[in-house]
């Protein structure tokens, strides 16, 4: 967590709270595309909300999968906009503020790695983006890649 941090300007990094509940040390998942996936994630999240406001992001093991959430309680999506928000290039944003690529690339590495990325939203009341990320066990193809990602509060 201390990586995705380290990702964002001062100001929005202290407007996050992770929420960790892990029965290991580390998750088998590759760090670098996880880690990418979640900033792009809590990115979207804080340009949706009020300046000042929180962005929760929770991280649990459940059996085999990591389960990653990023939810905010900012303006949400109209069901227009939330079912196109799979398409590569599309964005809410002003130009030159966002390539609308974020969601699009998240989704691509987590399906890439066996798993899911579900959007729920509601207009005046919030996003959620949740991924769930397979595990992929010592010794079995990809694995190399998949250095424990440590999960600490930071």
């Known amino acids: 967590m201390r990586s995705v941090r380290a990702q964002l300007a001062d100001e929005q990094a202290q407007r996050i709270d992770f929420e960790l509940t892990t029965q290991r040390e580390g998750l088998p998942l590759p760090p670098g595309q996880t880690i990418q996936s979640v900033v792009a994630l809590v990115r979207n999240a804080l340009d949706a909300s009020s300046p000042g406001a929180r962005v929760r992001v929770l991280v649990r093991q459940q059996g085999q999968e990591a389960q990653i959430a990023v939810e905010d309680g900012g303006a949400g999506m109209a069901a227009a906009v939330l079912q196109r ?70």
């Open 85 to 154: 928000i799979w398409e590569p290039f599309f964005t809410t944003k002003q130009p030159g503020q966002g390539t609308g690529l974020g969601v699009f690339l998240v989704r691509a590495f987590v399906e890439s790695q066996g798993g899911e990325l579900r959007i729920e939203s509601k207009p005046g009341v919030g996003t959620s983006a949740r991924m769930r990320i397979p595990f992929c066990p010592a010794g079995t193809p990809g694995s190399s890649s998949r250095a424990p990602l440590v999960a600490s509060p930071a």
